[in-house]
């Protein structure tokens, strides 16, 4: 299992998630609001409030990792979903991609 990066620096990262999904004034909302009493309240140490040892930490992780993902999902639906119908050529070219094309000479191309 990977190792956990430390307390603070989840906590920035979904301050960092927030900011980037709500803009400047994402510290007015409620969900920074439950973050930052989170954190606080699991501060002195993670067995106080938790079941487990590092419960409340790995939350915060899988919590940070749900917020890039969906931002990152987001980001790639956007640049690749259309609207409607395009042609073959358009669809190869969207991925980094190019028809083959015959060389001349065969008789069926116009």
């Not at 999904?21 to 106080?48: C, H, W």
């Not at 939350?59 to 917020?67: A, E, G, V």
């Not at 609207?83 to 000479?105: D, F, I, N, W």
């Amino acid at each position: 299992m990977a190792a956990m990066a430390p307390a603070l620096r989840v906590c920035r990262g979904i301050l960092k998630e927030l900011r980037a999904s709500i803009g400047p004034t994402y510290n007015k909302s409620l969900a920074y609001n439950y973050v930052m009493d989170q954190f606080r309240k699991n501060k002195i140490t993670g067995e106080r409030y938790c079941r487990a040892q590092q419960e409340a930490h790995h939350d915060s992780n899988t919590y940070l990792c749900l917020l890039g993902s969906t931002r990152t999902h987001l980001a790639l639906h956007k640049l690749y979903h259309v609207k409607g119908e395009c042609s073959q050529e358009s669809a190869a070219a969207m991925v980094g991609l190019r028809l083959p094309t015959q060389p001349g000479g065969k008789g069926w191309e116009k």
